[in-house]
């Protein structure tokens, strides 16, 4: 097989099944891809657009395919000596609904189900009224309303002999032991005679399999139409419209394993671990055994069979302890891959980890993984790419317009606030009470109270600088401390005096004091729980907040507000981004490498143009106040305010000029309206995100339908001509720096240590906006009748927004890569120093291994340069003296450039700009040196 060379990250869904992919492994190998980075292939709900909510980890779901298929699939791949890596969920599950199997055994047996371990579920709960039982918050009203709206009927599902509630489409199973309050109600002997049976089984031993042939029994008697009608009569007693109905259906219901709630009381009372705020994920108890197994079953027979070759996993900080369950993948994959048939043998199974590492923060190095799926990276380029020159202009445009903090932290600090008191407060409480039993373990802690617990630690989560910290049965790690620390000073800056002694003792609680300390029993496993809770909470108020709330209300430049992205940084000097790059060479080098992802905010091309924004402040900041004056007639002033805000505003007139198509003229009517309607969709998602004048629980209709009526009259109607032509004249001036700035970030992402790892679509240009917009289909037949690796660089600069000059790039720097791949993924990472007037254009670095050098050269912060070309390119002129000096050891010796096949002799140690950039922005130069000190050609 293929060594990792470049991943190629495909969305699967019912549209795109694994045999779409078959039909194009052809196309992928001809590009330079060694492995397919799949999204996850289990069987998920129905119609699931993504994957991640699997109901059902043992089989690959059917709507992709199924097995056969992805053996298709896997069979293309080895015949091209390619391989597939597997994302796979282990922190949840798809719940709710009628299809997970598990979800639903647990609902109608409550602790006694064999899967009540699987979920983490808090039976024991200080609300007397969910004592044993587990809170189900899927009603579309108050459970009265629903109740008494006849919303909750009670069903029959007469060939399996099962009861169940539903709610739309909702199951919830009657637990067996209630069967016989149902069956009583009706005049049949024989379901009369079963109702004793089920009512025994409250007193048997082993109710769980009884039950089974009980069920068994009722499924076989119901074959006779008249006992089955009989039943189904005994149902119409539940009519909740009635008030004896209603009665008798609030005590059946009462007497399940749950209790049945609206949606909105999940924030509040949840009693079990979620995906974020999502009531439809459920978290999973992976840490134990059991768990483990039984959900990573089918995964490991994929890998042992040799048709998976490689894992991503998602959302690792959701994990209890991703230590622990890393290292025990990694012991497994190992074993399994070393018995693995011989064609698809491989040295090693890679296991990478979706992982956001904060300013400072660090990939922990006894994980046994390879490395992120890259977010750092592509926050690390994206710094490389802003103009520190435009950052206060920007900043004092947004505050003066906007009339929110310049300060980004600020926004993340409010924002924590209202997640933790609002979607999170549950799992805020659960951890605030957790740690009101540490307290009161102690004599010397017991008269802490739980108010000023919350207090303490509402401040600390607000201010925690890093998603989560990795405590372990020493406490938390040496490299965790300055991070804790951080948010205790942080804390003591907003909570009063009084309560800062409670801050220390959180310290102590929350890792800064061995479990070991303690002896063994309840205070140690209040301990051990309190700790893992706060770090699963961390997490998800870090998500919330940052990419979900902030990252939408504070809009210097949006180029700077991606997941991942350290919003507060607005750029990075060259020597940063190589330091980065060193770094990652010497711990994780076969780290993914990625620009666009299915969760990004911004496409990789709609970022890089408009990073350009940062080089043209001043110029910016002139268009927005001409675009607000031109489009003051178009808002509207409702009575909590304008519509749009104009921090709204802003925020649109940003992304109309980044991701304003190519070829879209502003009198193309049908196209217009393509453009609008994907605006729309992201804008509500916008201003649903930023919670300030609409959310997604409750929606501002009003607001959000006059913000749609602005955008359809800026893009649409006649009185906006002027301001629309306008805009998309701005966005033309950005674009020619925008592709050479996408150029230059797909040469480093191919180039710097780690894989490279392309998401679908992006071999040409990507200007998408977040999800769903950037998961919409993608043309794979024009990029297969496009490519030509032979073509010239003149004609594809010609032509260059038609994507193939992209595309182009990709594959003959893949190429580079799959010719040297040792020198990629062992060899040493050189920063060269740069000389002349427009010295801080350039990022310049050497690759070598053993003799074989190669140079990369990229324009940065080129707008200047550029100047009115139509085209991204520089002419050769205007780079003056500026030149890349390189090591004495590639002295006197000529260097192939790979993009055209020319030589270039350096001229006293050092390579002109313009020669070397004569045909292109960015270049590949290579040299091989034998041990003579002779070039080898």
């Not at 059917?62 to 015949?79: C, F, H, Q, T, Y």
């Not at 891959?337 to 064609?343: Q, T």
């Not at 739980?450 to 998603?467: C, D, K, Q, S």
């Not at 051990?528 to 961390?538: G, I, S």
Request: hydrophobic letters at 40%; charged letters at 25%; a negative charge.
């Amino acid at each position: 097989m293929r060594d990792l060379n470049a991943t190629l990250r495909l969305q699967f869904h019912r549209d795109f099944t694994l045999d779409h992919a078959t039909a194009l492994v052809d196309y992928f190998a001809e590009l330079g891809i060694s492995h397919i980075y799949a999204s996850p292939l289990l069987t998920a709900r129905p119609g699931s657009m993504h994957g991640y909510d699997v109901i059902d980890p043992t089989r690959i779901n059917p709507e992709l395919g199924g097995e056969p298929a992805l053996r298709r699939l896997v069979d293309a791949l080895r015949a091209k000596g390619m391989g597939l890596i597997l994302d796979i969920v282990s922190n949840h599950m798809a719940v709710g609904g009628s299809g997970n199997a598990w979800w639903l055994d647990v609902l109608e047996w409550g602790r006694r189900s064999p899967y009540a371990q699987f979920f983490d579920i808090q039976w024991n709960s200080p609300d007397p009224l969910l004592e044993g039982q587990l809170l189900v918050p899927f009603l579309g009203s108050d459970y009265g309303e629903a109740l008494q709206d006849g919303k909750i009927p009670v069903k029959l599902d007469a060939e399996t002999g099962t009861l169940y509630a539903e709610h739309y489409e909702h199951r919830f199973p009657i637990t067996p032991p209630s069967y016989g309050e149902i069956l009583r109600l009706t005049e049949n002997p024989e379901l009369r005679a079963l109702a004793g049976h089920f009512d025994a089984l409250k007193t048997e031993p082993a109710p769980y399999q009884a039950a089974r042939r009980l069920r068994a029994d009722l499924a076989k008697a119901l074959e006779s139409s008249e006992t089955r009608q009989a039943l189904e009569q005994a149902l119409t007693h539940y009519d909740s419209t009635t008030e004896e109905g209603f009665r008798r259906l609030h005590g059946l219901l009462e007497r399940q394993h749950y209790r049945l709630a609206s949606w909105r009381t999940a924030g509040d009372d949840i009693n079990w671990r979620r995906f974020f705020d999502i009531n439809e994920l459920g978290g999973l108890r992976v840490e134990r055994p059991v768990v483990f197994e039984e959900t990573h079953e089918k995964i490991f027979e994929l890998i042992s069979e040799g048709l998976v070759d490689g894992l991503r996993i998602d959302h690792v900080d959701g994990l209890a302890n991703p230590r622990g369950y890393c290292r025990r993948l990694r012991r497994r994959v190992d074993r399994l891959n070393a018995a693995r048939p011989p064609e698809a043998a491989q040295d090693h199974v890679p296991i990478y980890v979706e992982k956001i590492l904060a300013e400072g923060e660090h990939l922990p190095d006894d994980w046994g993984v390879d490395g992120t799926t890259g977010y750092e990276f592509m926050n690390q380029v994206s710094l490389l790419q802003h103009d520190p020159a435009g950052k206060a202009t920007l900043c004092a445009l947004w505050s003066e317009t906007a009339e929110r903090p310049a300060d980004f932290m600020e926004e993340v600090r409010q924002a924590r606030q209202l997640v933790l008191t609002g979607p999170l407060a549950g799992d805020f409480e659960t951890v605030a009470q957790s740690l009101l039993q540490v307290a009161r373990y102690d004599v010397m802690t017991r008269d802490i109270t739980l108010g000023a617990i919350r207090r303490a630690l509402l401040e600390l989560i607000v201010h925690f600088p890093v998603y989560r910290t990795y405590i372990g049965a020493r406490g938390r790690r040496e490299t965790d401390e300055p991070f804790f620390q951080r948010a205790l000073a942080g804390a003591k800056t907003t909570l009063g005096e009084a309560d800062w002694p409670l801050l220390d003792l959180l310290d102590r609680w929350l890792g800064g004091e061995s479990l070991r300390s303690l002896p063994p029993g309840p205070a140690r496993r209040i301990r051990r729980y309190a700790c893992t809770r706060f770090q699963q909470l961390t997490s998800p108020a870090a998500a919330k907040a940052v990419e979900d709330t902030a990252c939408y209300r504070s809009g210097a430049l949006l180029s700077r507000n991606d997941v991942g992205f350290d919003p507060q940084t607005f750029s990075a000097p060259v020597e940063t981004f190589h330091a980065e790059c060193m770094e990652r060479a010497e711990y994780f080098p076969r780290n993914l490498l990625t620009t666009a992802t299915h969760d990004h905010k911004r496409g990789e091309d709609t970022r890089a143009r408009m990073t350009v924004i940062s080089e043209r402040a001043e110029w910016f900041a002139a268009k927005v106040r001409h675009w607000r004056q031109l489009a003051y007639g178009q808002r509207k002033e409702l009575a909590d305010g304008p519509a749009p805000s104009a921090g709204d505003e802003m925020l649109l007139f940003q992304i109309l000029v980044s991701c304003w198509p190519l070829d879209l003229a502003v009198d193309d009517r049908e196209g217009m309206e393509t453009f609008c309607e994907r605006l729309i969709k992201w804008q509500e998602k916008a201003v649903r995100e930023a919670k300030l004048r609409s959310n997604w629980t409750d929606p501002n209709s009003e607001y959000e339908g006059a913000c749609q009526d602005y955008l359809r009259a800026l893009l649409l109607g006649d009185e906006s001509r002027t301001l629309r032509t306008d805009i998309a004249e701005a966005a033309a001036t950005l674009a020619p720096s925008g592709a050479l700035n996408s150029l230059t970030q797909t040469l480093l992402r191919m180039t710097t240590p780690g894989v490279p790892d392309l998401y679908q679509g992006t071999d040409y240009w990507d200007f998408s906006l977040v999800d769903p917009d950037n998961r919409r289909p993608v043309d794979f037949d024009a990029r297969r009748s496009s490519f030509n690796l032979d073509a010239r660089p003149a004609e594809l600069l010609a032509n260059w927004k038609d994507g193939r000059i992209k595309q182009w790039l990709i594959a003959r720097t893949l190429r580079a890569r799959r010719n040297e791949p040792r020198l990629f993924t062992d060899g040493q990472y050189l920063p060269l120093k740069i000389e002349g007037e427009h010295a801080d254009s350039l990022i310049a670095f050497a690759r070598e291994l053993n003799g074989t050098w190669l140079i990369v050269i990229a324009a940065r912060l080129a707008s200047g340069l550029v100047g009115d070309a139509e085209i991204p390119q520089i002419a050769p002129e205007r780079w003056g003296n500026t030149q890349v000096l390189l090591p004495d050891a590639l002295s006197g010796h000529a260097l192939e450039r790979l993009f055209d096949g020319m030589t270039v002799t350096p001229k006293q140690a050092g390579l002109r700009a313009a020669e070397v950039l004569q045909q292109l922005p960015v270049a590949l130069l290579q040299v091989s040196i034998s041990s003579t000190g002779e070039s080898e050609r």
